[in-house]
């Protein structure tokens, strides 16, 4: 009998020393600030925030339990690329000056693009970091970036599409906004921001459809439909889409979304888009409400009207269950069957709108 009871002293106590760790694992600043604090009231307002949570209209239909998600995960797809992938190195003084006028786009992996519309430069989702995670283990970049980021400078704004962490990255955050960069988020997400003592007057929290202005470009929040949390999986800030426009051009930028009415919603709002930066890679047939695959993505830009298509959320980190390359591969045979014009520049390449622009095949050894 005392021996059971030792016993159970010793699991009682591992159980109460992993809690702990646990706990003060999650108080690390990279797992972002407390919600909603003083941000009920705003949160309230909302046409999204319901029941104390932000939900998706219609609601979600999604699995995302462990067991089935991780039996997909191992079914001998070729996740990682078997060679090097090339990058487009940009040297610090190649952004020195952007161009005064038109749209050029620099696609730096992932869901980050470097836009430039008129001298302005606005960044998508930024994630310069070696890992997409709060701690060091996690999924690592599958090339290197084509600038580091001590030599990134010069930028005016970021838009946020949710506070996941191949999207919302708190060291990249910090860097830009020591420069004194704004950051247009989605509501809650500004307190993330806050924990990694980014000034109050660079953060600006917007719900859907809300448009603010910046150095003559208009950054309009629009809907999309994901789900969100650092900690967990609780919806307990807002996941956005965004539109720029100005001087002429137009840019949509999905961030994380799955297929839906806004698209069409956001054309007949704003007109159609010159260029659309839309998610195509991470999905799986059980995450499809929250996570385009390549055939809905090029629907979704039929829906937007949209000129040409740039596809990103692939080939930088290993998330989901597909071939490193299946999203490129489908999306340019959908877009092919569509009549959609697409382009694939390499990672760091610059495209201007305009300017003749040749695809490479780079994605193939």
Known sequence: MKRFKKAGIILASIIALIAASVYIIFQLPQFGGSLPGNRLERFQQSPQFIHGRFENTPPQQTD???????????QGQIREPQFAVPVVQLEANTLKNPPGQGLRTIWLGHATVLVEINGLRIMTDPVLSEVASPVPIGPHRLH???????????????????????HLDMKTIQHLASQGTHFYVGLGVGAHLERWQVAQQQIHEMD??????????????????HYSGRKSMDNSTLWASWLLQGGGYSLYFSGDTGYGEHFKQIRERFGAVDVSLMKVGAYGDTWLDI????????????DLGGKILLPVHWATFNLSYHAWDEPILRTLAAAKSKGITIITPQVGEPFEMGKPFENKVWYKP
């Open 64 to 74: 995302l339990s462990l067991f089935n998600n991780l039996k997909l995960y191992s």
């Open 144 to 166: 290197p970036s084509p600038i580091a980021l001590e030599a990134l400078s010069g930028i005016d704004a970021v838009v946020i599409s949710h506070d996941h962490y191949d």
């Open 208 to 225: 859907w459809w809300e448009p603010v202005q910046l150095k003559g470009v208009t950054i309009i929040c629009t809907p999309a439909r």
């Open 291 to 302: 996570h385009m695959n390549p055939e809905s993505a090029v629907q979704a830009q039929v």
